[in-house]
């Protein structure tokens, strides 16, 4: 079915929700306020997306088995990004293996995007396309496409995203869409089919396996403080490995990383609470964090205000101020 919609977000929760052919969890790593925005564009075979993000992230993502999804910097100009441990350039994409899991990490705001197939319209794509069937990777990989056929779709997904922001009316065309979906195909399947391609080695495969499994465990227990013992039992790997897979897929340690999230998930509730009654020390104790002063000055350092004024805000402006209006992302 032919949609599209823009969508603006503070809440890194809220926007990881709102990602499709994934199911993705967002950290924000830099001090401040975080926005991103969102544009969606699902065409008939073809769902492709575009995002803006202000300040560094870390992502991880389980991409869907009955998608088969690239990603690429939608901007020549920015820093490179890392895909587990790949350092990706814009002059590369990502192609996602069948069912990976991988954490994706910007040291800087970032424009990105994305486009997916099923794997049966890939093959079927590319066969009319190229002459020869493409199938899913069996793993996650970097390839270095011919620069005029990055260049080439890079135009071509602008040109969708400015449509969906500013004319999306135009979308709605069946001609009009069936005319871009068929244009854009053609321009990732060239990308696809060609150019170097980095494989990826049993270490590298092996530490995604460790990372997939911190947040297998992580996602069961999302708010309370975990030993780094109880971690190197549920992935299985001794604290020295634990570590350097973090370092390699996260750019930090895995204490750090286990307090950013969890200092998010406590900002969340203090901004959604809407219980009579509801403490900064209530929220905080709930997240694992005991000292109510010590959490305080951490809060303040990291959002740049306190977690009572997180929490006196109301339920009705915390939510105008998410999702409601355009934001200036890279204000």
């Known amino acids: 079915m032919l949609s599209s919609k823009v969508f603006a977000f503070t809440d890194p929760i809220e926007y990881q929700a709102t990602i499709r052919a994934a199911d993705v969890t967002v950290v924000p790593t830099a001090r401040g306020d975080f926005r991103a925005e969102l544009t969606r564009v699902d065409f008939h075979r073809l769902w492709m ?87 899913a990777p069996a793993d996650t990989s970097c390839i270095r496409p011919d620069p005029t056929f990055l260049a080439h779709l890079r135009r071509l997904h602008s040109a969708a995203g400015n449509l969906a922001s500013s004319a999306p009316e135009v979308l709605t065309h069946t001609e009009a869409a069936r005319s871009l979906e068929e244009a854009l195909t053609h321009a990732m399947v060239r990308c696809l089919g060609g150019g170097d391609r980095l494989e990826t080695d049993r270490r590298f495969r092996n530490h995604l396996l460790v990372m997939a499994r911190l947040e297998d465990f992580l996602g069961i227990h999302p708010n309370r403080p975990l030993y780094l013992s109880e971690i190197c039992a549920a992935t299985e790997v001794s604290e020295n490995t634990l570590r350097l897979c973090c370092r390699e897929h996260l750019g930090m340690g895995p204490v750090r990383y286990l307090w950013l999230r969890r200092m998010h998930l406590a900002r969340r509730a203090l901004l959604l609470a809407s219980e009579a009654g509801t403490t900064v020390t209530s929220i905080a104790m709930a997240h694992g964090f005991w000292e109510a002063g010590r959490f305080s000055v951490a809060y303040r350092g990291l959002f740049g205000e306190t977690p009572l004024a997180s929490l006196r805000r109301s339920a009705d402006d915390a939510s105008a101020s998410r999702n409601s209006h355009p934001l200036s992302v890279f204000a």
């Open 49 to 135: 997306q575009r995002f803006a993000e202000n300040a560094p992230v870390i992502k991880y993502s389980a991409i869907h088995r009955q998608r088969s999804v690239i990603v690429f910097l939608t901007r020549s100009d920015q820093p490179e990004i890392h895909h587990g441990n790949m350092d990706v350039s814009a002059d590369d994409i990502v192609a996602y293996g069948s069912g990976a899991s991988l954490h994706h990490r910007t040291t800087a705001p970032c424009r990105w995007g994305s486009m997916s197939l099923t794997p049966d319209d890939l093959a079927k794509t590319s066969y009319a396309f190229l002459g020869r069937e493409l199938s």
